[in-house]
């Protein structure tokens, strides 16, 4: 594990970026946002982007105003960015969940970490097809058929749990595996069936 200083040297070498639509009305939010953006910028340069609400909304179309706003969006976009759509229907994370992920881009080499905050109908289709959409391997059929994440152009699978790939296969009887077996949350498993484990420190498929 790396100690705390090596893991401020990984944060100070990033660039996050948080674009939100619309600026608050409320003056202590917008304090408690400054506040807490100074804090974060002692371990890593952290901005906030406000893009202006759009005007003459009253007869405007969702569609029409999403539009608008995803043009304003990605203007603030430039090649090499990792964009993230924070989306209630998205991925939800613990706080020790969204730290491993977070350290996870650290080390991926993307050169700025951009969140972005729709306005109140989300994000228009040009924006979409500009994220990667990532999900369980195995389910990106189930998502290209689901509104609205069949808006994604992008929809990758990927194993959650850290684990990138499979090193080995071993049999399931007692004979051919050696080892303590743990499955994907860290948990021993004494009769492991058919799937996916760390035996000995490697990624293994068990197959009865």
Do not use: H
């Amino acid at each position: 594990m790396a100690s705390g200083t090596a893991i401020c040297s990984l944060f100070r070498g990033m660039n996050i970026e948080l674009i939100v639509v619309g600026k608050t009305d409320s003056a202590e939010v917008e304090a408690l946002v400054a506040m807490y953006a100074k804090r974060i910028n002692r371990y890593c340069k952290f901005a906030v982007t406000t893009i202006a609400d759009v005007r003459n909304t009253r007869n405007m179309a969702a569609s029409r105003q999403k539009q608008l706003e995803g043009e304003m969006i990605l203007k603030n976009i430039v090649d090499g960015d990792f964009l993230v759509l924070m989306d209630e229907r998205g991925s939800q994370y613990t706080s020790l969940e969204y730290a491993q992920w977070l350290q996870k881009r650290m080390l991926s080499g993307s050169k700025r970490l951009v969140l972005v905050i729709g306005g109140p109908y989300g994000f228009s289709e040009e924006v979409y097809e500009n994220a990667t959409l990532y999900v369980p391997t195995g389910t990106e059929s189930l998502y290209q058929k689901c509104a609205p994440w069949n808006l994604f152009s992008n929809i990758v699978g990927m194993i959650f749990t850290g684990i990138d790939e499979v090193t080995d296969e071993v049999k399931g009887d007692g004979g051919n595996r050696k080892g303590i077996c743990y499955d994907l949350n860290g948990r021993v498993v004494e009769n492991p069936s058919k799937g996916l484990y760390i035996i000995n420190g490697k990624k293994c498929w068990l197959r009865n």
